[in-house]
């Protein structure tokens, strides 16, 4: 099992730019979280998906932040346009269906290894 | 409604010392209980979880027992080791059937031999 995968690993853009983020979840899971992490706010749900459905978007910003997810391989969170102060690690997170034949129980989540986004 | 409050940091300790790191919660059910640990560079992962009253869960040498009556899950390890050092998240999930979690602010732990 790879495991959450998440693209690019580092970004570097200037203020104004669109940036998008990518996650692959683990094959089988059926929810999906993106979250951001900094110094000064910590760890902050922005959306997540139950069977490719938004189900919570309270936690994204404002407006230039957009999440889909197409299918159930595949997600993305965009940025339009970046500002500075969206500089962050992102993280996305799958989990699976609790009860599952997985055995997980509620609220078990799988992390990738983060984007680290810094607009200039 | 659903939050958690951990202790903050940072934690510095010597090596072989016990660590504790103190996590309370509000909820409006029944929640499971997690320790998640994320180590510099990573995302987080999974240490240590419990889902009912009085559950101990284990793992890599830490323990965090569910404790309904003072609403806590405390984190502690006997003896500490410099791999040990990252920053550490309780977190909770409000009801069966929901995959969504209440993390608290972390709390960082440096080791030092």
């Known amino acids: 099992d790879a495991g959450v995968i998440q693209s690019p690993r580092h970004e570097v853009t200037e203020m104004g730019q669109e940036v998008t983020l990518r996650c692959k979840p683990i094959s089988g899971h059926n929810s999906l979280f993106w979250y951001r992490q900094t110094m000064m706010r910590g760890l902050e749900l922005l959306i997540y998906f139950n069977n490719n459905v938004p189900i919570d978007d309270s936690g994204m910003p404002e407006d230039r932040f957009s999440a889909k997810m197409p299918n159930a391989s595949f997600s993305t969170l965009k940025i339009q346009p970046s500002e500075p102060r969206d500089s962050a690690v992102y993280f996305c997170?799958?989990?699976?269906?609790?009860?599952?034949?997985?055995?997980?129980?509620?609220?078990?989540?799988?992390f990738g290894p983060g984007t680290r986004l810094t607009v200039l | 409604g659903n939050s958690v409050t951990q202790m903050e940091g940072p934690v510095t300790l010597s090596e072989e010392a016990f660590l504790t790191i103190n996590c309370t919660y509000t909820a409006t059910g029944y929640p499971s209980l997690f320790w998640y640990v994320q180590y510099p560079g990573e995302g987080l992962q999974l240490l240590l979880k419990a889902t009912k009253a009085d559950d101990k869960g284990s793992n890599k040498g830490f323990e965090a027992t569910y404790r309904k009556e003072t609403t806590s899950f405390h984190l502690e390890k006997g003896s500490v080791q410099v791999s040990d050092s990252a920053v550490y998240f309780c977190a909770l999930s409000d009801r069966a059937g929901a995959n969504n979690l209440f993390f608290g602010t972390g709390t960082r732990l440096t080791v030092i031999p």
């Open positions: 997170a799958s989990s699976p269906t609790p009860g599952s034949s997985s055995g997980r129980v509620s609220g078990e989540q799988f």
